[in-house]
């Protein structure tokens, strides 16, 4: 019998109070997505899915974090 087999599935790790909490700061920090997955060794998907769940605003490809406040463009004031 061939050893092909796919390699088993972890359970997903289930989120804590903590786990939001960190969440929240990291996001509130604006840190970048694939650093928070990176530093609370989840998936992006996972992040994007609790973030959503907690109902918590991540930027995106049409609306990307503002780094002087929304008012004014970069270098257009």
């Known amino acids: 019998m061939p050893d092909d087999a796919p390699a ?3 359970p997903p ?5 903590e786990d939001d909490d960190d969440l929240r700061r990291r996001i509130a920090a604006r840190q970048q997505i694939g650093d928070i997955a990176r530093a609370m060794n989840r998936t992006v998907d996972g992040i ?11 930027p995106g490809r049409n609306r990307p974090w503002r780094t002087n406040g929304g008012t004014v463009p970069d270098g257009q004031d």
């Open 8 to 10: 088993a599935r972890r």
């Open 13 to 17: 790790r289930r989120w804590s109070d």
């Open 48 to 58: 994007r899915g609790r973030a959503a769940t907690l109902r918590l605003r991540l």
